[in-house]
């Protein structure tokens, strides 16, 4: 059978590029370092793995297919309406139910170009137009955004902070995005982690989304939280989108170990506060002595660091990338990011950090 015979994938899917995740391994026989994926190095709360474990003897039961103490859950911590909150197989579900509900091929939708790669994948796959914006410093430039927006644009996606550079642009820049926004276009805030900021002028969105009809709030729990492998996120929407939203999920798309364990996690208050405290200590410690070694260190506000290494061919992100996996130190290429000479590196277990700074030291010499 020749190909123009079998079935052929809509227009504009061929065209999209496949995400790769992180790698997740290092040669036999060395200790691996999982530093590709900003993951939490102290896991999840030990409570949350103790309700994932009590659904195991009713596996057989669907879940509420509205996760309704789940959002209730969230709703009590935040202060937020449970009506107003969606939950999701990971944040990045939500990412593409907003983009397949509110997207028809013409449209367009803006993200920054170092933005998380899947925004330009959801857009393609809705049949819309990625508009890519350049970013000024490696940081969102609200300018450029609002220049880019036409009478076509439908969706902004933001991550703020960004992965991978770990940069945030200031809430009053933010509002000044949203003023500028037609009504009719979506300001979609990925708010991943948002958790480990700590500056005073940073916002993660609620007050925004709570004062307009056109604003959408993502997080995730697969970060501060620890709990990636179990693909659990939320949003915080206007009515009328999370009526929208709720009319496209599948009917069970979160499962029951996630819902008990992020009802259970969200509560744990302790530890959230270990995971920040351990992000506050280590985040500078990792900065500082990376740049101590002559490498440039974009400063982040996130739970991870971008290092960008010398031009010249035996010391190049590529090189070091290979020299630290077979140390068993794994972190993350992002050529695919823009940062065809740099590697992310999340903050990891103190044995980690104190590990990858000094291979990179010896790598250096």
Request: hydrophobic content about 40%.
């Amino acid at each position: 059978m020749t190909a123009a015979n079998r079935p052929q994938p809509k227009t504009g899917v061929m065209d999209i590029a496949a995400y790769v995740p992180g790698k997740s391994a290092a040669p036999a026989g060395v200790k691996l370092h999982k530093l590709s994926s900003n993951e939490n190095p102290l896991g999840a709360s030990p409570k949350a793995q103790e309700a994932m474990r009590a659904v195991a003897d009713r596996m057989e039961f669907y879940p509420d297919g509205s996760a309704t103490r789940l959002r209730e859950a969230i709703g009590e911590i935040y202060g937020l309406n449970p009506g107003n909150i969606i939950c999701s197989n990971g944040s990045d579900e939500i990412i593409g139910l907003i983009a397949q509900t509110y997207l028809s091929p013409g449209d367009e939708a803006i993200f920054t170009e170092h933005g998380f790669l899947v925004y330009e994948i959801y857009i393609r796959a809705a049949g819309a137009r990625p508009v890519k914006v350049k970013e000024t410093n490696a940081t969102a430039n609200v300018d450029a955004i609002l220049a880019a927006v036409t009478p076509k644009t439908k969706i902004v996606f933001l991550a703020n902070p960004n992965n991978p550079t770990g940069t945030y642009i200031p809430f009053d820049e933010v509002r000044r995005l949203h003023a500028g926004l037609p009504s009719n276009v979506i300001l979609m805030l990925d708010a991943a982690y948002a958790e480990y900021v700590r500056r005073n002028d940073y916002e993660a969105g609620v007050e925004l989304v709570s004062n307009n009809e056109n604003v959408v709030m993502t997080r995730t729990f697969s970060k501060v939280h620890g709990m990636g492998g179990m693909r659990l996120g939320w949003c915080y929407a206007p009515a009328h989108i999370a009526d929208a939203l709720n009319r496209m999920r599948g009917p069970f798309n979160v499962n029951a170990a996630a819902i008990e364990a992020g009802v259970a996690a969200i509560r744990d208050r302790a530890h959230i506060d270990a995971s920040c405290s351990h992000n506050e200590k280590w985040l500078p410690f990792v900065s500082a002595e990376l740049t101590k070694l002559g490498l440039n260190v974009t400063p982040s506000v996130g739970n991870f660091v971008l290092i960008h290494f010398p031009a010249d061919a035996a010391h190049s992100a590529a090189k070091a990338d290979e020299y630290l996996t077979a140390r068993g130190y794994v972190l993350r290429r992002v050529s695919a990011y823009g940062f065809p000479n740099a590697l992310r590196m999340t903050i990891g277990t103190e044995e980690a950090n104190r590990g990858v700074v000094a291979a990179l030291k010896e790598f250096l010499k």
